[in-house]
């Protein structure tokens, strides 16, 4: 069965830090792209990072949390992380993980069941 199990997330205090995890099962996590993307509440989801397999680990941020997240991934254990810091009160949303792999046999994209973060003081 095919997994992302997001977990890290809880309430933290702005100008705080906290660690998402993302756990794969199910398939070969080191051949996948891997992304988070948020959904604040009201809104629509938004692309917050990636790391890019297939141009050698590149990584990229939205210019929202550039200097300030940080992706990560360790194949060996199937686990994402994104480490954020200097969290202010608009990165309050639900975290999702994100795993897609696409090929001539098509486009393969997995999704975990998020994790709140909520940034308040």
């Known amino acids: 069965e095919v997994q992302l199990v997001e977990s890290g997330g809880g309430l933290v205090q702005p100008g705080g830090s906290v660690r998402l995890s993302c756990g794969a099962s199910?398939?070969?996590?080191?051949?996948?792209?891997m992304s988070w993307v948020l959904q604040a509440p009201g809104k629509g989801p938004e692309w917050v990072s990636g790391?890019?397999?297939?141009?050698?680990?590149?990584?990229n941020y939205a210019d929202s949390v550039k200097g300030r997240f940080t992706i990560a991934r360790d194949n060996a254990l199937n686990t994402g992380y994104l480490q954020m810091n200097s969290l202010k009160p608009d990165d309050t949303a639900v975290y999702y993980c994100?795993?897609?792999?696409?090929?001539?046999?098509?486009?393969?994209?997995?999704w975990g069941q998020g994790t709140q973060v909520t940034v308040s003081s």
């Open positions: 994100n795993a897609q792999s696409s090929s001539w046999s098509g486009v393969y994209s997995y």
């Open positions: 790391t890019f397999t297939s141009a050698g680990g590149k990584t």
């Open positions: 199910g398939f070969t996590f080191g051949s996948y792209e």
